[in-house]
Structures are given as structure tokens and as C-alpha cells.
């Protein structure tokens, strides 16, 4: 499985930016996609995630951060997610990564198996 993450950018606080990441491989019929961030000097934590199986999927979960600012969705048809985030702050500067866990249930927000590169995002305040 491979992951590309982008769309980010500098941007001054109260914009708003939408990540993609483009999922390819063998991911398996039921999966989460999940976005993760990581700021220098801190641990990488769980953003968002959104669930694919046979029977529909499209179960969300997202951090308490950044709830009611971001919004995760997905395009079935291309292998995509996207992250959209609005209300930018200064705090959500890091770097975004996309990743793969092989189960889709539920959301997860721990034990993905496949990352991608990752996209910095920047918010001036």
C-alpha cells in the first residue's frame, strides 16, 4: 500500500487549507484512512479517519482539536481523502501524514500500518 499526502502550505491563521492523500496497493476491502500530525518536538497524534468496507463505510472520527473546524471525506471512485480544514491555527502547525489501517470497522486511532511522506502545513497567527 502507498500513500501520498499534499495540499499543504503557509497560510495566516483563520484560512483555510484541503489535504489530499491518494491511497494505492492492495489495501483489502474494509480499511481506515486516517490523518495524522506531528509539530516539532511532539508526538504524532491522530487527527481524522474515515472507514471503507463492502457494506459502505464512510464512518468519521476525529480528535477533540479539531472537531467542528475539519472536516474528513473521500472520493471511492479516485482512491482519495481529503482533509478539509478551516479556522487554521497557529497550534495546527505540523506536518500531516496519511495512513492505512487494515481493518475498517470502526475508526481507529491507533495501529496503522502504512504511512505516506507526509505535507507540512504552516499557520502564521
Known amino acids: 500500500v502507498q500513500l501520498q499526502a499534499s495540499g499543504g502550505g503557509s497560510v495566516q491563521s483563520g484560512d483555510s487549507l484541503r489535504l489530499s492523500c491518494t491511497v494505492s496497493?492492495?489495501?483489502?476491502?474494509?480499511?481506515?484512512v486516517g490523518w495524522f500530525r506531528q509539530a516539532p518536538g511532539k508526538e504524532r497524534d491522530f487527527v481524522a479517519g474515515i472507514t471503507f468496507s463492502p457494506w459502505g463505510g464512510g464512518s468519521t472520527h476525529y480528535a477533540d482539536s479539531v472537531k467542528d473546524r475539519f472536516t474528513i471525506s473521500r472520493d471511492n471512485a479516485n482512491n482519495m481523502v481529503y482533509l478539509q480544514m478551516n479556522s487554521l491555527k497557529s497550534e495546527d502547525t505540523a506536518r500531516y501524514y496519511c495512513?492505512?489501517?487494515?481493518?475498517?470497522?470502526?475508526?481507529?486511532?491507533?495501529?496503522?500500518?502504512?504511512w505516506g511522506q507526509g505535507t507540512l502545513v504552516t499557520v502564521s497567527s
Open positions: 496497493g492492495r489495501t483489502g476491502s474494509s480499511y481506515t
Open positions: 495512513a492505512v489501517h487494515p481493518a475498517g470497522n470502526i475508526v481507529y486511532t491507533h495501529g496503522y500500518r502504512y
